[in-house]
């Protein structure tokens, strides 16, 4: 599963860093009962070292955004659980996301 029409929309730089703004599409497959899906979204200029969180639009009742991380360079991975519900699959819909990066000064190409 992948996050899809990922557009940049914005960057703000100081002496500590600099923080980016991403909007993409992801529409989680089903996720069965006490399970963890990840989601994952090529986010050109990420790499290990720098800080990233995920959040949707909405999202359903019981579907849980346990987080996001950057797994590899330009790869940002989200991690949902349906792990409130022990019997029945969840199946999200497709919601705009809002990810924010943090590359701290100092490490790969920060300010």
Do not use: F, H
Not at 31 to 49: C, D, E, F, M, S
Not at 56 to 63: G, H, K
């Amino acid at each position: 599963m992948a996050g899809t029409a990922i557009v940049k929309k914005g960057e703000i730089q100081g002496k500590g860093g600099v923080v980016q703004a991403w909007q993409c599409s992801i529409d989680p497959a089903s996720i069965a009962a006490a399970a963890q899906l990840i989601v994952t979204i090529a986010i050109p200029g990420v790499r290990a070292g720098d800080l990233a969180w995920a959040q949707p639009e909405a999202i359903e009742t019981q579907l849980i955004v346990q987080g996001a991380k950057v797994t590899a360079s330009d790869v940002v991975s989200v991690y949902l659980s349906n792990s409130i519900n022990s019997v029945t699959a969840i199946d999200g819909g497709a919601k705009v996301w809002n990810i924010l990066v943090l590359k701290l000064a100092g490490l790969d190409t920060a300010a």
